[in-house]
Structures are given as structure tokens and as C-alpha cells.
């Protein structure tokens, strides 16, 4: 390894001491080391200091402190060059980024011994038909809802231009297998190993007891028509890019070309995350 990038949500108060064990082991190591430019106001390398899509560039990998929300985020910033990403998690549940602050020392040198796997996950891409310079790609999922309205509005949803339902709901969620363990999960849909290609819809508070989630092929074109009776709906990428969508709005979603490759350990496995982190399969607790 040669090189490493490092992004941070720096709100978490273990950031700081979290980039200075990681820099001191890179100089120790002689890894060159880049940092994203939100890091500037913590550490004093601001030479170093680069946008994260600059970061895709200069760096074997991209090391993301913080939360999940962090490193969705620095998926869509070097998701299209590929670049692997580790998720060091400082707080919260964090899913995606599994590892934690007092693994650090351990998780940095089994990356310097080459220990690790990448897994690629599958990205969804995201067009709202008529717009030409709008595509942004999710890890996680594509929501269509109407954001601080509480009210219900129809949606039509197709597959390769054929059309399977509607929709009178609080919103659809379309995600990967990653972030079915995410929005999803909540919403009632299934539980999908990420190591599996398929593209799940769900509704959000179906006004009907016939309506529940689809599971659709990797290779399946999605169209959502949104049809409102006034206001606006809201497109949702990851959570995080939004953009209003109008009545007649045709929200297009289908498999992208690249995947988004994870840094993994042998030892932690897809369904011992689900044990340790959603306590699944845990049984209730009836007393002392």
C-alpha cells in the first residue's frame, strides 16, 4: 500500500484523536496519506488536504470515519472510480461501517498485510426522465415521498415498460440488498444479503392490505410516474441529495455500470452484523 485517503464527519468527538493515530501510523509506515478538505480545520495539512472526488484519484484506498451517513457519502463522491472504502465506525449503530475506533490499531495493520477482501456492492442510478444532466447513484436507496406533508399520493410503477402496479401511499423505496437493512427495513421490506444483485421496492404506508414490497431482477428497468394533486414530491437519494419532483415527473432507476467496492474482514460476516448490531434472532427477555 502506498497510499490512503481519509474522510471524516468531523461533529464526531473522536475524529480529531481518530486522523492523528491513523496519520502517525501512515508516516510510521511510509504511506502517503491524503485528507478530505472538511479535515482541514482539525489537523494542520492543509497541503494534503483535497474535495473528496480529487481523494478517488490520489488514493489506493479511501479510509471514512464516522457514521453510515459518512460513508454513503464518500461512496457517491469516488463510487464511479471505484476505490476501495473502509468504514471505521465512531458512534451509533453504523452498519455499513462495522469496524470500530478501538479495533483501529489491529484493522490499520491488517490493511498494511494486505488481510482483508473487497466486496463489491451494487449501485442503483437514478434519472428523472426529461432531465439530462440529473443521474446520482445510491448505496443505500431512491425514495420517493412527500417530504413534510403527511398525505398520500399516487404512484405507477413499471419494469422494462411494462406496468405492474399502483401505489396510493405515504412514498416507495427503491434499494440495493445493502440498504435493505436501512429505510427499508424499517418500512417492513425483506432482508437481502448484499452479496445478492436484486433491486426491492417497498411501499411506505400502503392505503391497501395487498400491497407489499417487490423483489426485481438486477437486470429490470424501474419507472415510478408520481401523479400529485398539488405540492410537490421529494426524490431522495441516500438520504442525503433530494430534488423536488412535479405531477407527471417520471423517476427512472436500474442497476449502474460500477459497483461500490468495501473493504471486509473474514471474521465479520454479513449475518454476524445482523446478530451483533439488530440483535436478530435474539429472543425477548421475560425477566429477571
Known amino acids: 500500500m502506498k497510499s490512503i485517503g481519509i474522510v471524516a464527519n468531523i461533529k464526531k468527538p473522536l475524529t480529531k484523536e481518530v486522523v492523528e493515530n491513523i496519520i502517525q501510523w501512515a508516516k510510521q509506515n511510509k504511506v502517503d496519506f491524503f485528507l478530505g478538505e472538511e479535515l482541514s480545520s482539525l489537523v494542520d495539512y492543509k497541503e494534503k488536504s483535497f474535495p473528496r472526488e480529487k481523494l478517488r ?154 400491497s407489499r414490497p417487490i423483489i426485481f431482477s438486477e437486470n429490470e428497468k424501474l419507472k415510478v410516474a408520481v401523479e400529485l394533486a398539488q405540492r410537490e414530491a421529494v426524490l431522495t437519494i441516500d438520504g442525503q441529495v433530494a430534488f423536488a419532483l412535479k405531477s407527471g415527473s417520471s423517476v427512472l432507476v436500474r442497476k449502474a455500470k460500477h459497483s461500490v467496492n468495501l473493504i471486509k474482514f473474514k471474521d465479520r460476516s454479513f449475518y454476524d452484523i445482523l446478530r451483533t448490531k439488530l440483535h436478530w434472532g435474539a429472543r425477548p427477555k421475560l425477566g429477571e
Request: one cysteine or more; a negative charge; proline letters at 4%.
Open 57 to 210: 484519484q490520489l488514493c489506493e484506498m479511501i479510509i471514512s470515519l464516522g457514521g453510515d451517513g459518512t460513508m454513503l457519502a464518500s461512496a457517491r463522491a469516488v463510487g464511479e472510480h471505484q476505490t476501495p472504502i473502509l468504514g471505521i465506525n465512531l458512534g451509533g449503530l453504523g452498519f455499513l461501517t462495522e469496524i470500530t475506533s478501538n479495533d483501529l490499531d489491529k484493522t490499520l495493520e491488517r490493511l498494511r498485510q494486505k488481510e482483508f477482501l473487497i466486496e463489491k456492492r451494487m449501485v442503483l442510478e437514478t434519472e428523472v426522465e426529461g432531465l439530462k444532466k440529473f443521474d446520482q447513484y445510491a448505496l443505500n436507496d431512491v425514495v420517493i415521498d412527500k417530504g413534510e406533508v403527511a398525505r398520500l399520493f399516487q404512484m405507477h410503477l413499471y419494469a422494462n415498460d411494462e406496468f405492474i402496479c399502483s401505489y396510493s401511499a405515504d412514498g416507495l423505496i427503491i434499494s440495493t440488498p445493502t440498504g435493505s437493512t436501512a429505510y427499508c427495513l424499517a418500512a417492513g421490506g425483506p432482508i437481502i444479503n448484499p452479496k445478492t444483485n436484486v433491486i426491492i421496492v417497498s411501499p411506505m404506508c400502503p392505503h391497501t392490505f395487498t
